[in-house]
């Protein structure tokens, strides 16, 4: 069964305190890897697509990574307005999105 | 503006009086899907549709319907609304999924059922 698990939950951290999320997957035959950013009360919104092992993307504070087994969101000297909920997720044969449960990032001032 | 709107917003009902929560996106996207949001599991898919009047279940589609009559809207209806279908729902757009995986979502409508 394709599966994709989040880690951290929950992440605090300082303003300028730069950090990682981390995503796992199992999927056969990866179609993408996407990250979306959900801000509490809206809905999920996209952020990047990776496609292959080594590809990376950037915006702003943001860079995702993708390896065969994995996924990473750094960011770089956050603000507060990074705070979110961060969400990846696979592209399941093509007709939906296969969500992991999260990391609720909270950056302090 | 692009977008998907939802309505309504916010809904409370009580136990088996149905209800439709309204779809509709202004993109021209072929491809729109339903998920709800649960506290410790996540975003799970309810129904998708690839194009009007193409509509399949995905991972949770008990007690739901859906339908696809022109390519803006897509409404979910539940017949018989029970508690364990309180949850904050989400539409979804897309020109082209497989390609992409760039889902447009709306504000989400969120619904108690007592």
């Known amino acids: 069964e394709d599966q994709v698990t989040q880690s951290p939950e929950a992440l605090r951290l300082q303003e300028g305190e730069s950090s990682s999320l981390n995503c796992s997957y199992t999927v056969s035959g990866l179609r993408g890897l996407f990250w979306y950013r959900q801000d509490p009360g809206k809905g999920p919104e996209f952020l990047f697509t990776l496609y292959s092992a080594g590809e990376e993307k950037e915006k702003e504070r943001l860079k995702a990574t993708l390896t065969k087994k994995e996924s990473f969101l750094h960011i770089t000297a956050p603000k507060p307005e990074d705070s979110a909920t961060y969400l990846c997720?696979?592209?399941?044969?093509?007709?939906?999105?296969?969500f992991g449960k999260g990391t609720t990032l909270s950056v302090s001032s | 503006e692009a977008q998907v709107t939802q309505n309504p917003r916010y809904l409370i009902t009580v136990t088996g009086k149905k209800l439709t929560v309204t779809c509709s996106q202004n993109?021209?996207?072929?491809?729109m899907s339903w998920y709800r949001q649960d506290p410790g599991l996540g975003l799970r898919q309810i129904y998708y549709?690839?194009?009007?009047?193409?509509?399949d279940k995905g991972d949770v589609p008990e007690g739901y319907k859906v339908s696809r009559k022109e390519k803006r809207n897509f409404p979910l209806i539940l017949e018989s609304p029970s508690p364990n279908q309180t949850s904050l729902y989400f539409c979804?757009?897309?020109?082209?999924?497989?390609?992409?995986?760039?889902?447009?979502f709306g504000e989400g409508s969120r619904l108690t059922v007592l």
């Open positions: 549709s690839m194009n009007v009047e193409v509509t």
């Open positions: 997720a696979t592209n399941q044969a093509g007709t939906a999105l296969i």
């Open positions: 979804a757009s897309s020109l082209g999924l497989p390609n992409t995986g760039e889902l447009f």
């Open positions: 993109m021209n996207h072929e491809y």
